[in-house]
């Protein structure tokens, strides 16, 4: 089908046709993907923030329709000084261990094959780092190369259905030629979004602005293809918090920090420099995995030292001229506020 856009600020929204676009929309996960890739899509899964109360055309970030959260998987708790998992004696899989898998997604209830790997290639994620649906994350551990595995996601992986998010519009606002069952894609505040026609009369037609998968009762089915051990992320108090209050994603840290490069203790940045603390949301990849990783284990008022490897920092691509790529890093970072 056609790639359709929706003008943001327009009251009334008017679909028109985006110039020299086209694009295929397969259910569920294949437009997701096609939209956002893997990554964000899985973000936008487990992501702890619905955007239905900004109205019905906001999105989540990575642009698919509003997500509510299955429960995320918390670090709290978990006061290991050294972040490196140690394989079992025949290779099993443990928290920090890198990952990947190919997959098959199904109906619980009717056994029908939504997507899988065949279609969009095997997925890659860190073991215990939130990379993917907390189920398959808890599911693979102690599995070994080429074991397989099928993992109930329950009816909530992609959150309920909203009520809110179907919506009714004029049929002179829906591009010419639509029809029931398909999907068009509308631009939102924060990127695109997919919404699927559900009802068509002689004057009007119903949008359906959940994520396909909304409601839906869904298992996956996973074979363990490779297995990388575990990146060493360490963590050194400097001065103890209050032992009692961890960070738990979702939760908005202030923090000051001050970055070095491990090899020769460079420093690129500083807050304390500037004075100006810095605010961020745990857990959803908005700061690198070593950040998201290591200060979960820091209580309130706790400062500590991480030394990160590269691959929870910024890997092969570096980041700018300050970080080279492959570069490890050390940051003096002090807990302030967990909001």
Not at 48 to 74: D, E, K, M, N
């Amino acid at each position: 089908s056609r790639h359709f856009c929706i003008e943001p600020f327009d009251p009334l929204p008017c679909f028109s046709e985006a110039p020299g676009t086209m694009q295929i929309h397969r259910p569920l996960l294949r437009a997701a993907v096609g939209v956002c890739g893997v990554r964000a899509l899985l973000h936008v899964a487990l992501s702890a923030r619905s955007s239905t109360q900004h109205g019905a055309f906001a999105a989540v970030g990575g642009g698919i329709a509003s997500v509510a959260s299955a429960p995320l998987s918390s670090l709290r708790g978990l006061r290991l000084q050294r972040f490196a998992a140690v394989a079992g004696s025949e290779g099993a899989i443990a928290d920090g261990m890198r990952v990947a898998i190919t997959w098959e997604l199904k109906r619980d209830d009717t056994g029908e094959v939504l997507d899988n790997s065949d279609a969009q290639g095997p997925w890659e994620f860190s073991c215990g780092q939130q990379g993917i649906f907390p189920q398959v994350d808890d599911g693979v551990r102690g599995m070994t190369v080429g074991e397989q595995r099928t993992i109930s996601l329950g009816d909530d992986a992609f959150g309920p259905v909203d009520p809110q998010r179907v919506i009714e519009l004029p049929l002179e606002k829906l591009p010419e030629g639509v029809t029931v069952g398909g999907q068009v894609q509308m631009q939102g505040q924060k990127g695109p979004v997919l919404a699927t026609v559900k009802e068509l009369t002689d004057t009007t037609g119903m949008l359906d602005l959940n994520h396909p998968c909304s409601g839906l009762p869904l298992t996956m089915s996973v074979t363990i293809l490779t297995i990388t051990p575990a990146a060493s992320l360490e963590v050194e108090v400097v001065s103890p918090g209050d032992g009692k209050t961890f960070p738990q994603a979702g939760d908005k840290l202030t923090m000051h920090y001050i970055g070095t490069l491990a090899k020769d203790g460079s420093q690129f940045d500083s807050s304390r420099d500037r004075g100006d603390p810095f605010q961020f949301t745990i857990g959803e990849g908005q700061v690198i995995i070593g950040w998201d990783v290591g200060v979960m284990k820091m209580s309130l008022g706790e400062r500590a030292i991480l030394k990160i490897p590269s691959k929870m920092g910024y890997g092969s691509r570096g980041a700018g001229a300050a970080i080279p790529p492959n570069a490890d890093l050390v940051f003096d970072v002090e807990l302030l506020k967990i909001n």
